[in-house]
């Protein structure tokens, strides 16, 4: 599979996580479709390019915390998402670590569904 055709498959898994985020919590709004693509685009972004990067710098916190440093990573690209993309809103701690574990889901799942669809 090419770079580009991988992007635009992550970008649209993180869509429909985007997407099922929205419908599952009262305290996330993301406006219309611009707002929708456009964070999910970060997100994409953050998580291809960003994450991994701030992952190998703060490993030691990583390895101490037994991996929940890794998890707010998670949230802090959520964060990033909602503070680029306009009519994007999560209120709440709580609500961000859902939104998180519910963005997470899904990218795997829908990951694990594209591999055996694959073969």
Excluded: C, H, Q
């Amino acid at each position: 599979m090419t770079l580009l055709v991988r992007f635009l498959v992550l970008w649209g898994i993180n869509v429909l996580a985007l997407i099922v985020v929205d419908w599952m919590f009262d305290s996330v709004t993301i406006g219309r479709w611009g707002s929708l693509l456009l964070g999910a685009f970060v997100l994409t972004i953050g998580n291809t390019i960003l994450k991994p990067i701030l992952a190998i710098l703060t490993l030691p916190l990583i390895i101490v915390t037994f991996g929940l440093a890794y998890f707010a990573l998670n949230v802090l690209m959520l964060a990033l998402a909602e503070w680029v993309a306009p009519d994007f809103s999560i209120s709440g701690f709580w609500t961000y670590v859902g939104a998180a574990i519910v963005v997470w889901l899904v990218n795997v799942t829908v990951g694990w569904l594209l591999d055996r669809a694959r073969g």
